[in-house]
């Protein structure tokens, strides 16, 4: 069992383009977001399990011996037979907990995911442990945060029972799995992603896990082998949005005019598998020949959208306002609000992108300048944590 405090942290994700148009059998790239989740697991020595969730203002702690009272629902196997949580096991620990049986607040499906992924792993013989986990990705915006946090908890779980290895030796600052237990950390996030979400696709998981980009085409996740950080520039026009609703929106269009609507979604599926060509270019070349490429499949993808009814005023907005700064922009994920991302080439003067900002945030809008491409879940030393994510765990 686990003897000392572990250090982990997973990416949020993106969907570069195809989004929708995955949906009806089209090809999608997600990658990875250099916004990560971290979580701290350090042994507890009280007989209790504790966890910590300071962005969404919760602090629970239940006796072992209570949870284990539970097990007999959960069938977590060690030999890697993992299980889709069942409707009745999910009810039981949302009753333990006192969450509602409809509730899809972030707080009970964090905690729901938590208790069910931590006696599915553990099994009988359940730790004692305080777990503190805190993230730089906004949730509820498209951005997986809810992948993050399953693919850590996932990992956190998993060494705390033996189950996959600590590689961190002396001398490293950073570490990650190999492929078996990258596989297994998945594979047991995406239990976690079922817990919250019903029916995920399993490619936020999948990037969190992996990191890097990934190629979704019809159920099937593909590693890219090659990816180049890009830079972004991401903005929240914080409007609210149902992903249900859009992607009926979407299909009754579809089912209205299919011979019009057809081409846009083999259109954006053309768009996809151009731009995985030219990923791939860029990730062996610093030549800026191919970032007019990428801008113009930008400008073209969100102009599809829009087509396809996922638009909304305020990303027209967000795109007015970076193409008044040369800048190309387009909507990522369900659209109808949420988040677009802004691409900002290497060669992008500085002042331009902190006047795009500018504009944005009087737009009320919320910005970050980031990089796609980052890690999947590693394993850290405190000290090669960022001076602002050890405060926090310094604070809890």
């Known amino acids: 069992m686990m003897d000392k405090m572990l250090t982990m942290s997973a990416p949020g994700k993106v969907i570069l383009h195809g989004e929708h148009a995955v949906v009806h059998g089209k090809a999608a790239l997600a990658v990875s977001l250099n916004l990560r989740t971290y979580l701290r697991i350090r042994p507890y020595k009280t007989g209790k399990v504790l966890i910590n969730l300071p962005n969404i203002g919760t602090r629970l702690s239940w ?18 037979k993992i299980k889709s949580p069942r409707p009745e096991e999910l009810d039981i620990l949302k009753e333990f907990a ?17 208790l069910y992924l931590y006696l599915s792993i553990c099994e009988r013989d359940l730790p004692s442990v305080h777990i503190a986990v805190w993230s730089e990705l906004p949730p509820g915006a498209g951005l997986g945060s809810s992948a993050a946090y399953c693919v850590c908890l996932a990992t956190a779980l998993l060494a705390a029972c033996g189950k996959i290895s600590c ?12 492929a ?3 596989q297994l950390i998945n594979k047991w996030a995406f239990q976690g992603e079922k817990a919250i979400h019903g029916n995920p696709s399993g490619v936020d998981n999948a990037v969190s896990t992996w990191g890097g980009a990934l190629r979704y085409h019809a159920g099937k996740i593909t590693s890219l082998n090659r990816v180049p950080a890009l830079r972004i520039l991401l903005t929240n026009t914080k409007v609210p949005r149902s992903t249900k609703v859009l992607v009926a929106g979407v299909k009754d269009k579809l089912l209205k005019f299919p011979a019009i ?20 270019h860029l990730a062996e070349t610093t030549s800026m020949e191919h970032y007019p490429v990428l801008e113009e499949l930008f400008d073209i993808n969100q102009h599809h959208l829009n ?11 967000l795109c007015q306002v970076t193409a008044s700064h040369g800048l190309h922009s387009k909507l990522t994920g369900a659209g109808g609000g949420g988040c677009g991302i ?12 902190e ?6 945030k009087n737009c009320g809008f919320e910005c970050w300048e980031t990089d796609i491409g980052a890690p999947g879940v590693s394993l850290h030393t405190s000290a090669s944590l960022k001076a602002s994510v050890q405060q926090v765990f310094t604070d809890l």
């Not at 049986?101 to 499906?109: A, Q, R, V, W």
């Not at 006047?355 to 944005?360: E, S, V, Y």
């Open 63 to 80: 006796d072992v011996m209570k949870l284990q009272s539970l097990f007999p629902t959960f069938q977590g196997d060690s030999n890697c």
């Open 98 to 114: 006192g969450i509602s049986k409809e509730s899809t607040d972030t707080e009970g499906l964090a905690v729901l995911a938590f």
């Open 167 to 178: 590689p961190l030796e002396p001398g490293m600052d950073t570490a990650r799995w190999d």
């Open 180 to 182: 078996d237990e990258l």
């Open 261 to 280: 609507m057809n081409p846009v979604l083999d259109s954006v599926d053309a768009i996809s598998n151009h731009c995985e060509c030219i990923l791939d």
């Open 307 to 317: 087509v396809l009814g996922v638009g909304h005023p305020s990303l027209d907005q």
């Open 342 to 353: 802004t691409l900002l080439r290497p060669d992008a003067d500085p002042a331009v992108v």
């Open 355 to 360: 006047a795009a900002k500018r504009d944005l």
